[in-house]
């Protein structure tokens, strides 16, 4: 599984978690169970190899970190959506952004770039190419306003 693929998941994870209320690590683990992941392998081909080692490492910290700072990180995105309420924005590309913000924060090892960049695929993917426009813009405007010691 690469590293895309585990942000996709984690994506998955995360915007399962805004509707179950569930603690990130039950969600992690109920969602990752061998039978459970096999069923939906039939549905999306994310789902077609089970994260391991650093890929799963990464799914656990990220899912936790966005959980837990979801209302920190609601506010940045309600900063740069100038003229948009954050309640307009769907629960999907909210949870992208969330998680570009998180990994831009908190992943040494994604730059900048790489996290507003996936978050504007995973928009398009999912939601359309209007929504990767509107992520790239609250992106871009979030990353511009970054200290060059914040820059990866």
Known sequence: MTRGDARELAVHLIYSQTFTGDEPEQVV???????????LAAENEIYSERPRGAQRAYIDAVVAGVTN???ELNEL???YSISWDISRISRLARTI????IYEIQNIADVPTGV???EAVRLAKKYDGSDTGAFVNGILGAYARSLTPEEVK
């Open 69 to 71: 700072r979801m209302d």
């Open 29 to 39: 683990a109920t969602r990752l169970q061998k039978e459970y992941y096999e069923k």
């Open 97 to 100: 952004m969330q998680l570009a």
């Open 115 to 117: 996290a507003v960049s």
């Open 77 to 79: 995105i309600q900063q």
